[in-house]
């Protein structure tokens, strides 16, 4: 069974930085790619990284150049640093794999981005 828990949410001022973390309880960690989604309010859950078992990356267009995806697969972890966020980035940010188990959405973390 996956478990997944996500972290390091809050509110920041546009500009600002934050560095989401997943913890991935299961033991196909190191052999699944895996991924960063968001939902924004009243729009739906999409990807906005990804990153493959060999740590080769992608984005959306919208966060190309600001976010960066990396992960640990000694630990079990993932990781989204957010740079030069904007107030178009708040949502409710999950890590899940790819393609998204549906069973194993966790409670997601919240990123707020207001001035």
């Known amino acids: 069974q996956v478990i997944l828990a996500e972290s390091g949410g809050g509110l920041v001022q546009p500009g600002g930085s934050l560095t989401l973390s997943c913890a991935y309880s299961?033991?196909?960690?190191?052999?699944?790619?895996m991924g960063w989604y968001r939902q924004a309010p009243g729009k739906q859950r999409g990807l906005v990284a990804g990153i493959t078992t060999g740590g080769y990356a992608n984005y959306v267009d919208s966060v190309k150049g600001r976010f960066t995806i990396s992960r640990d697969n000694a630990k079990n972890m993932m990781y989204l640093q957010m740079n030069g966020l904007k107030p178009e980035d708040t949502a409710v940010y999950y890590c899940?794999?790819?393609?998204?188990?549906?069973?194993?959405w966790g409670q997601g973390t919240q990123v707020a981005v207001s001035s």
């Open positions: 299961g033991y196909m960690f190191g052999g699944t790619a």
């Open positions: 899940n794999e790819i393609p998204p188990g549906d069973e194993y």
